[in-house]
């Protein structure tokens, strides 16, 4: 390999082999708890702030899914990853302004992070030359504070309310609506905010039966989630290590 940035240290690799088993092992053990098939429980592991080598070391460890939150890291570190030859499923996770709709769609097989009506409508435009639709998932509010992000529940805000911004994802042959996606609030219990996004859950797929996926659950919080029905867990430092920013 020439790129040296994109060479993996054996102390690296043992690093993150190490991490990963005790992430699955906790994924497996929620798993038991809750009464679930393991198999129902994707691990996204989110890769932000560190770089490609380690997306290639945990792909060769059996890592087949990465979650980035910041397009313009993102962008350089798929490529940089594909052109390694090595393809996992890339999920963007981080609130996304509309003008980077287009730069997302280039390399993300799902959006998790679709929460007003007019991204979900640069989604479908900016996704017309791709070969496959769309996987996006509508984040969703739990505590009903719009300035953090998120389609509110029970809302019938035409910009914003989380049956709106489902249909906009639905109605376009671009997208496919998989399902709902949540971050815990600051100061909110896990439980009684994954117990809060379980009952949203649940009404939201009478309506849309094919919008199974519920991303939910991090490094502190997994079991919690997967105790409620996260069906994608994102973990990053448990992972990966502390990151050195806050983000
Ligand atoms: C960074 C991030 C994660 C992972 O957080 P950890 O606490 O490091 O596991 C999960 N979800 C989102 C949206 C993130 O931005």
Same mark, same amino acid.
């Given at each position: 390999m020439t790129d040296s940035s994109a060479t993996v240290r054996p102390d690296r690799r043992a690093e993150l082999a190490a991490g990963l088993a005790q992430v699955r092992a906790r994924i497996a053990d929620a798993c038991a708890v809750a009464g #679930? =098939?393991? &198999?129902e429980v994707t691990m996204i592991a @989110? !890769?932000? !702030? /560190? %770089?490609a080598s380690d997306v290639l070391a945990l792909a060769g460890l059996g890592v087949t899914d990465v979650g980035e939150n910041r397009d313009q890291e993102a962008a350089g570190k798929a490529a940089e990853v594909s052109a390694a030859g090595v393809s996992p499923r890339w999920h963007f996770i981080g609130q996304l302004q509309r003008n980077k709709a287009r730069s997302v769609v280039? /390399?993300? =097989? @799902? @959006?998790?992070s679709v929460d007003s009506v007019r991204l979900a409508r640069a989604l479908a435009t900016a996704s017309a030359d791709r070969e496959r639709p769309l996987d996006a998932l509508v984040q969703v509010s739990i505590d009903g504070d719009p300035a953090r992000g998120g389609a509110l529940p029970?809302? &019938? =805000?035409?910009? @914003?309310g989380l049956e709106p911004v489902a249909e906009a994802v639905a109605d376009s042959?671009? +997208? #496919? +609506?998989?399902g709902l996606m949540a971050v815990a609030p600051l100061g909110w219990a896990p439980e009684r905010a994954f117990a809060r996004l379980a009952e949203v859950a649940e009404a939201f797929r009478l309506v849309? %039966?094919? &919008?199974?996926a519920l991303s939910a659950g991090m490094s502190g919080d997994l079991e919690i989630a997967i105790q409620y029905g996260a069906t994608h867990v994102r973990v990053g430092s448990a992972l990966l290590g502390m990151r050195p920013t806050l983000r």
């Open positions: #679930r =098939d393991r &198999a @989110v !890769t932000k !702030t /560190y %770089p280039r /390399y993300a =097989d @799902v @959006v998790h029970g809302s &019938a =805000d035409p910009g @914003v042959p671009m +997208l #496919r +609506l998989a849309h %039966p094919g &919008a199974v």
